[in-house]
């Protein structure tokens, strides 16, 4: 089982940025897939971004693309969510999630594909 712990969630104003942390322990780091969601106010929980076990491949949700930039830290065990030009509508809890499923897509997008995920960072973002 990984276990996870974000950091880096915060007030903000719209235009403003923020980076999120996610420090991952349990598995080896290289061996799992990694990936962020959101859930706001009375929504469901939505993809954000994810990223491969190398850190090469990458996907993001469009509400997000060109703005959001995942990555990955393999000394430090850690995913990094640099969030860009946020807007009120960024306003969420966020989640890191893991893949460590042997086979698979090499970037997991669905929240069914993760099986770990972390306890959440507050993110808002006033107008």
């Known amino acids: 089982q990984v276990q996870l712990e974000e950091s880096g969630g915060g007030l903000v104003q719209t235009g403003g940025s923020l980076r999120l942390s996610c420090a991952a322990s349990?598995?080896?780091?290289?061996?799992?897939?990694l990936g962020w969601f959101r859930r706001a106010p009375g929504a469901e929980r939505e993809f954000v971004a994810g990223?491969?076990?190398?850190?090469?491949?990458?996907a993001y949700a469009d509400s997000v693309k060109g703005r959001f930039t995942i990555s990955r830290d393999s000394a430090k065990n850690t995913v990094y969510l640099q969030m860009n030009s946020l807007k009120p509508e960024d306003t969420a809890i966020y989640y890191c999630?893991?893949?460590?499923?042997?086979?698979?897509?090499?970037?997991?997008?669905?929240?069914?594909?993760?099986?770990?995920w972390g306890q959440g960072t507050q993110v808002t973002v006033s107008s």
């Open positions: 999630a893991s893949d460590s499923r042997a086979v698979g897509r090499m970037v997991s997008t669905t929240g069914d594909e993760y099986s770990s």
């Open positions: 990223i491969s076990r190398s850190g090469a491949a990458t």
């Open positions: 349990g598995r080896t780091f290289s061996s799992i897939r």
